[in-house]
T-cell receptor
Framework: AQSVTQLDSQVPVFEEAPVELRCNYS??????LFWYVQYPNQGLQLLLK??????LVKGINGFEAEFNKSQTSFHLRKPSVHISDTAEYFC??????????FGQGTELSVKP | DAGVIQSPRHEVTEMGQEVTLRCKPI?????LFWYRQTMMRGLELLIY????????DSGMPEDRFSAKMPNASFSTLKIQPSEPRDSAVYFC????????????????FGEGSRLTVL
């Protein structure tokens, strides 16, 4: 079973519209959850993380995510996207032993 | 401050040749990770080190792949012999994780080495 599943491979959206990128995790893994962003021809950068505490996590560039234990989800949201948000977004989870495992990625395409 | 430095950025080689990818992690980080990214498989963890010691190499696809970390500031990933299916972008990442404790997941990635095997 997949440890982390991103439900959408591509999400097209118009500039200034809200966006939600969906991520579900296996309940058998730890609940250390992350979102990373990858801009074209670059490595990944950490957007935000949930380790404990408040279930609403705020990250860089106006993104936020909400940890929902009952639905085993960690969806990423932004109320108003910019062209510069066009990138691939990866949800990730830490497995026992410290392995950070990524989902398949969601390509966010922001159109003018 | 310098981030994670990988070399070469691009490598084109012929099947059967040896390929060596290099990584310099961020100073002070004690965990190092090698990932491979392809369209078909996404991001795969190949191996990771903690304090220069390999912790988990279960993601290394075959014996043709080997990785070393002779000191805290240098790691290599070697493919010998290379095959066309090894074509991918290989990322190195480091983390300021604490020895003996769970990795906090804050990885800092290099810009990747794009390998093409003809």
């Amino acid at each position: 079973a997949q440890s982390v599943t991103q439900l959408d491979s591509q999400v097209p959206v118009f500039e200034e519209a809200p966006v939600e990128l969906r991520c579900n995790y296996s309940s058998s893994v730890s609940v250390y959850l992350f979102w990373y962003v990858q801009y074209p021809n670059q490595g990944l950068q950490l957007l935000l993380k949930y380790l404990s505490g408040s279930t609403l996590v705020k990250g860089i560039n106006g993104f936020e995510a909400e940890f929902n234990k009952s639905q085993t989800s960690f969806h990423l949201r932004k109320p108003s996207v910019h062209i510069s948000d066009t990138a691939e977004y990866f949800c990730a989870v830490i497995l026992q032993g410290g392995k950070l495992i990524f989902g398949q990625g969601t390509e966010l395409s922001v159109k003018p | 401050d310098a981030g994670v430095i990988q070399s070469p950025r691009h490598e084109v080689t012929e099947m059967g040749q040896e390929v060596t990818l290099r990584c310099k992690p961020i100073s002070g980080h004690n965990s190092l990770f090698w990932y491979r990214q392809t369209m078909m498989r996404g991001l795969e963890l190949l191996i990771y080190f903690n304090n220069n010691v390999p912790i988990d190499d279960s993601g290394m696809p075959e014996d043709r792949f080997s990785a070393k970390m002779p000191n805290a500031s240098f790691s290599t990933l070697k493919i010998q012999p290379s095959e066309p299916r090894d074509s991918a972008v290989y990322f190195c990442a480091s983390s300021p994780g604490t020895s003996g404790r769970l990795n906090t997941g804050e990885l800092f990635f290099g810009e990747g080495s794009r390998l093409t095997v003809l």
